[in-house]
């Protein structure tokens, strides 16, 4: 029997032709650059100099103006930032607004931690303005962990206006922004980060692991100043797990220092662009959600088709995907839908296996 094709994650395609010599040249870049010692010979609570300024020009991508180095925190990851900044900004007992539909790792935070979270409904842009007053108003969260740019797992984008209002609301209610913009570098044409719009209470966060590569374990924080990042990421808060290996502080350094970087992502964005065009053409007259440029394809399906039942056919036939019940938060039964991955199959033909089953079992579901 084969084994079970994991389309429920969504990573980013493989791009060996253009990832694989830009990491060994990075590599040997650091190599010949750094003595291994003073490399590794200390720890950096927030990231060494050179890894900060990289991280800065990284984060410029996105935000309207590149910030200065000392609000920028390197770490090995996104999840390392997020558990830092919601013991930090929420802690026990505490309240985080969040999407009705997430990441669905931040329930694993709210356990270990101890906050409470607390769903604002969404609608094609995001979190509804009045929805999210109420809960300000009601439960006071002291941070909303906001995905405003192809929300996981819905791909919804907050437009401009949506953007402006939800941060006004932030700032009349004291409410610190947690962004994860981990989406945003693949497409071309997307507003600015929530971030920008009230840089003061913004905690704005970009990780590498789903424009270029998932496990080199790089993510970038800007912080509101750079008191705020070194309260925050410093010894004395009594863990060091956050810290990134220099090693890969230093190459992904070096990609965003050269043009590896951008090299990468439009690797990366081609071939999901690739896998996109099969989904739009094999779902074509199907309720799909996405984007040609991102990660996932959030799918509608008939409300005879309940989404477990639909998860578990795809699955017997050897396909792994998720049901929307595993992105809910709050008491609101999600809508009947289910998210897969265009880029975790590790090539075109494996991906196209699995989509053909998923479009199988879709329409024998219509007949
Ligand atoms: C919204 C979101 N943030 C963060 C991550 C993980 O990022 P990292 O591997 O950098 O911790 C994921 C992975 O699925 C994600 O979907």
């Known amino acids: 029997m084969t084994s079970l094709l994991n389309m429920s994650g969504n990573l980013p395609p493989r791009v060996p032709h253009a990832f694989d010599p830009i990491y060994r040249a990075a590599l040997s870049q650091v190599m010949s650059e750094w003595q291994p010692s003073d490399l590794l010979g ?9 890894d900060r300024a990289a991280g800065a020009k990284f984060v410029g991508l996105r935000l309207p103006e590149t910030p200065s180095p000392q609000r920028v925190v390197v770490a090995n990851g996104t999840q390392s930032i997020l558990t830092m900044l919601l013991y930090g900004l929420v802690g026990k007992g505490g309240s985080l607004a969040i999407e009705a539909l997430s990441y669905p790792t931040i329930r694993q935070f709210a356990d270990m931690l101890g906050f409470n979270v607390h769903a604002v409904p969404m609608d094609g842009e995001g979190i509804e303005p009045d929805a999210f007053e109420t809960v300000c108003r009601r439960h006071h969260p002291s941070a909303y962990y906001a995905m405003p740019t192809l929300q996981n797992p819905t791909t919804a984008t907050m437009g401009v206006e949506r953007r402006r209002a939800i941060a006004d609301i932030c700032r009349r209610y004291g409410v610190a922004i947690i962004e994860d913009d981990i989406y945003s570098l693949l497409p071309r044409d997307v507003p600015p980060p929530l971030s920008a719009f009230a840089p003061e209470l913004s905690w704005y966060v970009v990780g590498t692991a789903k424009s270029m590569v998932p496990a080199l374990k790089v993510a970038y924080l800007v912080a509101p100043t750079s008191e705020a990042a070194a309260e925050r990421f410093w010894p004395g808060v009594r863990a060091t797990y956050w810290m990134c290996a220099p090693i890969n502080a230093a190459v992904a350094s070096s990609f965003i220092d050269g043009d590896g970087a951008v090299q990468i992502i439009d690797a990366v964005r081609t071939e999901t662009r690739e896998r996109q065009a099969m989904v739009a053409s094999r779902l074509a007259g199907a309720e ?7 990660l996932h394809v959030w799918l509608s399906l008939p409300h005879d088709r309940p989404a477990a039942e639909f998860v578990a056919k795809v699955r017997e036939l050897g396909v792994d995907i998720g049901a929307s019940s595993t992105y809910a938060f709050g008491e609101a039964s999600p809508p009947n839908a289910v998210r897969f991955g265009t880029g975790t199959p ?15 079992v879709f329409f024998d579901s219509q007949r």
């Not at 200390?42 to 050179?50: A, L, T």
């Not at 799909?288 to 991102?294: K, L, Q, T």
């Open 346 to 360: 590790g090539d075109r033909t494996a991906f196209e296996r699995g989509l053909d089953t998923i479009v199988r």
């Open 42 to 50: 200390s720890h950096q609570f927030r990231g060494g100099e050179r």
């Open 288 to 294: 799909v959600c996405s984007i040609p440029e991102c």
